[in-house]
């Protein structure tokens, strides 16, 4: 088992980047996939990109505009986003998978971290 830490997140201006991080508690290898989802009010959560433990490849959710990047560096995953808009407020959540399915179903995640709130302003 793994637990999931998240941080980064705060209130930034439109065009701005923000980093967020997932601090994996555990080992990372016992994973299969880690993922960064989002939600915003009233909206389910969107799959947005999930990196593959055992070699650290990197898959996204191709309605993105390639603004984000996943990355994982000593049992931390990044999430980087660059010119943030208004549109992507929303509380960022980490998960990890132990084994495959479809990535970018919330249901097909066995651990979430508490979640990072990220405010966007015009």
């Known amino acids: 088992q793994v637990r999931l830490r998240e941080s980064g997140g705060g209130s930034v201006q439109s065009g701005r980047s923000l980093r967020l991080s997932c601090k994996v508690l555990?080992?990372?290898?016992?994973?299969?996939?880690v993922a960064w989802f989002r939600q915003s009010p009233g909206k389910g959560r969107e799959g947005l990109a999930a990196l593959q433990t055992s070699d650290g490849s990197p898959t996204y959710n191709r309605t993105l505009e390639g603004r984000f990047t996943i990355s994982e560096e000593k049992g931390t995953v990044y999430f980087q986003m660059t010119d943030l808009k208004p549109e992507d407020n929303a509380i960022y959540y980490c998960a990890a998978a132990f084994t495959g399915g479809s990535l970018f179903t919330a249901d097909n995640y066995d651990a979430w971290g508490q979640g990072t709130q990220v405010n966007v302003s015009s």
């Open positions: 555990g080992n990372i290898k016992s994973t299969k996939w």
